[in-house]
């Protein structure tokens, strides 16, 4: 069964900083990969997808992510934290063999601090 | 604009009372999934449907019914079985066959409660 982890239930850094936000995946086949961002009471929206096209995917807000096979992973990052990314992030990985399913991280709560 | 329509935001039911959950998506979609959010638990899959009038069960489908009699509409009901219905309820919808790649639109999601 496929199944994803995010390292980190909480991270937190200060406002201008790096924001790193880690995903792994177990599959033995590259799955497509995406990353969703939620604010409190609200759905959640996609910030950006991995879908064997290139490995460095850019997304909104300033946000990417590097598709890495070697270590299964797909990272998220972005340069400069500001004091609206401060959210829910969920790492999902939709299996290349059953398009009918996505399988969700457990999610980290990025705290950004002025 | 296109999107995906979930209602009430807040509902509350009381012990032994079934609810109703609304999701309509007028986004031309032929799948749509129900799911359950708990704190730190990431969000489980209730239920999906590919197709007018057929829906398969997900993880944590105990307690909970669907239907999908039309293709814009896919309701959630929580019945008296689930003995801990209080969570944030997530419907969402995708393309389905070739467009694989496509991820989900969600909605904005029911804060149930039990009172």
């Known amino acids: 069964a496929q199944s994803v982890t995010q390292l980190g239930s909480h991270v937190s850094v200060s406002e201008g900083a790096l924001v790193l936000l880690r995903c792994n995946y177990s599959?033995?086949?590259?799955?497509?990969l995406f990353w969703y961002v939620q604010y409190p009471n609200q759905g959640l929206q996609l910030l950006l997808k991995y879908t064997s096209a290139a490995t460095l995917v850019k997304g909104i807000n300033g946000f990417e992510a590097e598709f890495k096979k070697s270590e299964t992973s797909f990272h998220l990052t972005k340069p400069s934290a500001h004091m609206s990314d401060a959210a829910e992030y969920f790492c999902?990985?939709?299996?290349?063999?059953?398009?009918?399913?996505?399988?969700f991280g457990s999610g980290t709560k990025l705290n950004v601090k002025p | 604009d296109g999107g995906i329509t979930q209602s009430p935001k807040y509902l509350f039911r009381k012990e032994g009372q079934n609810v109703t959950l609304s999701c309509e998506q007028n986004l031309n979609h032929d799948a749509m999934y129900w799911y359950r959010q708990d704190p730190g638990q990431g969000l489980r899959l209730i239920y999906y449907?590919?197709?007018?009038?057929?829906?398969q069960k997900g993880d944590i489908a105990e307690g909970y019914s669907v239907s999908r009699e039309k293709k814009e509409s896919f309701p959630l009901t929580v019945t008296s079985a689930q003995k801990n219905p209080t969570a944030f309820y997530l419907c969402a919808s995708s393309p389905s066959g070739t467009e694989s790649n496509y991820g989900y639109t969600f909605g904005s999601g029911t804060r149930l409660t039990v009172v």
């Open positions: 599959s033995s086949v590259p799955p497509y």
């Open positions: 449907s590919q197709i007018v009038n057929d829906f």
């Open positions: 999902a990985v939709r299996p290349s063999y059953n398009f009918n399913k996505f399988y």
